[in-house]
């Protein structure tokens, strides 16, 4: 009878730590699934910011030579 209780301890144990396994193996695929996503989150980011920042700057040359351009035109006028 004792041999029988250990058996079904045992066996119960054996199903526990299984269980067990699979829920590790469970929480690491999902870590690793987050991992992922925030890695592609993170490379949708900078590419956006640095899309931004290319037209930022081609606002900035555009302003810039709009600038020239009327500095030339005014100059063209004062020596009028």
Known sequence: MHATELA???D???NQ???LRNEVQSSKQEVDNVRRSIVVEKQSYEQRLDEERKAKDRARQQLDSRMEELQK???KFACL
């Open 17 to 19: 730590v299984e269980a």
């Open 8 to 10: 079904r301890e045992r």
């Open 73 to 75: 035109r005014k100059s």
């Open 12 to 14: 119960g144990l054996t």
